[in-house]
């Protein structure tokens, strides 16, 4: 199986008048990353090698919805993808819960990431 290993990055908005959110080739392209990564000018976000249900690629850091009909979930929530123990997870600190991210799966669904949307972890969940 072929895995395909992406990142992307995240400027933070500390050192640059609007954040921005790049693949890693764009990052080279345009800036020194290595001094950047370095200094702590950036975020780095790691491709877990699935899409959500509108094809959507999921990152590390990414906001998740999750739905209804996957069997054996907890009720729907949102919570950020973080890897853990070696396993993509969605978590949700606020409730204690963590369910894996473990395919591709119809009912999960990125609503954004903790970099640009952190307001959507804090809202009901």
């Known amino acids: 199986m072929k895995r395909e290993i992406k990142f992307r990055a995240f400027l933070n908005s500390k050192y640059y008048e609007k954040p921005l959110m790049l693949s890693w080739e764009e990052l080279l392209e345009q800036y020194d990353a290595i001094d950047m990564f370095q200094r702590d000018l950036m ?19 990414d906001v998740v919805r999750t739905g209804k009909d996957n069997i054996g979930d907890p009720e ?13 997870i969605i978590e949700n600190e606020k409730k204690q819960e963590a369910i894996d991210l473990f395919s591709e799966i119809t009912s999960r669904e990125v609503i954004g990431n903790i970099f640009e949307d952190k307001q959507l972890l804090e809202g009901k969940q």
Request: charged share 20%; hydrophobic share 30%; net charge negative.
């Open 76 to 88: 729907p929530m949102i919570g950020q993808v973080i890897m853990r123990e070696g396993s993509w």
């Open 43 to 61: 975020t780095l976000m790691q491709y877990t090698g699935l899409h959500d249900k509108n094809g959507r690629e999921i990152y590390e850091g």
